[in-house]
């Protein structure tokens, strides 16, 4: 579960922004949105508003940076790693380091843990434990530029070999990352929190693969069954599927189609990347309008937003089974408003989310400001200072009256974090 999230001189984000899950204590509403984690009462989600380029995405994408610099680093070639872009408005930014931090709980323990980096070497890591509310110190890492080299500070409640561990860390890798890779029992389960249980979505990713994985193996459970939940998320969204269908290919088949003349090392290499990569054949039944019988069509020529419906089913139930902290970019889009609302309300039901999970959203759609479906304090503003820099504000800063129609407030600018548009023209013009 996360507590909350840091992120400095990264992209548009300049000075320190924090995004907070604590649940305000004044604000008594819908008790489900919130749960009780030891001492703190968190909440199951928020959503986040703003106008184009004002930060929303670059907010998650910060979090997104972060969970592949913990995973990566310790293999990853540097080139092949994700930028931690500074504040480019300001050319000071460009000789400070960016910095991420983390706070949250897992397996019961509350953790803090975050990382500066400069260029690609890390200038400072820490992470502190509170197991029984009181503080732990880990290990604190630093850079000495004077003497070209890292220091390490390990605390006494960390377990294992530390020298080791301290020498096989290079300047561009995370300890995390790396103690993660040599199996230090008590950072593995720190590594785990992010690499598992953080599921970050961009506008880029995909999530079709994974739906259609769990129809056709056991690894997520019964494929029928979990084909039949499937199944009925498409069809309550009433866009008239009766039937659907899943197909693995063998990548032996797959590959029998290369030309007679490849050469065997490019068909091995095509052979090795099939079974990394299996395809999936998708396919959904409707029924023909006369006789009713069934006509079979290849998921790629149904519409975007059911495609999205179909790659978001099994993430969202394993989401909400195992308590993953979900962060998704532009939720709506390809779907109707209504279609959104219903993705969003399980993680606000008791029943349906016993294990803690949370959803955190990036959009446009206003219907969701509802007071019936959000607390005020699970709603987020982006938007640009005087230098170009994003400010991320909750709006209880804004002090909303009980009751107080969201969207239209905020619609009117009352909130700010709205573009400030003229009205669009077309001059007439010989080029």
Sequence with gaps: MLIEFRVENFRSFKGEQVLSMVASGSDKSLPENCMDAGKLKLLHGA???????????????ALDVMQDWIINSASQDTEK????TPFLLDEDCSQKPTSLEATFIHE???????FSVLGNRIWKEW?????KGSSQMWFERSFDPEKDESIFNFGSYL?????????????????LSVAAQWNNKQLLTVFKWFDLFLRVVTTKDKLGPVTAKALTSSEAGDPEKLRSFVLSVLQD??????????????PEKVASGLPENTAPEVRERYLRHLHDNPFYQTMTVHKEIATGGPVVFDIEDESDGTRELFELAIPWLQSLKHGFTVVYDEIERSLHSLLVRELVKPFFNSEMNESGAQLIFATHDTTLLDPDLLRRDQIWFTEKDDEGATQLLPLSDYKPRVGEALQKGYLSGRYGAVPILKAFSIHDSET
């Design 81 to 84: 790693r994700r930028k931690l």
């Design 127 to 131: 992470l502190f434990a509170f197991p």
């Design 159 to 175: 377990k294992g070999e530390k020298t080791k561990l301290k020498d096989r860390t290079r300047d561009d890798a995370l300890l």
């Design 108 to 114: 019961k323990v509350r953790y803090q843990y975050g």
């Design 237 to 250: 969204a009433d866009i008239g599927i009766h039937d659907l269908k899943v197909v693995k290919h063998d």
């Design 47 to 61: 959503a986040i508003y703003g106008p184009n380029a004002s930060g929303k995405s670059n907010l998650i994408t």
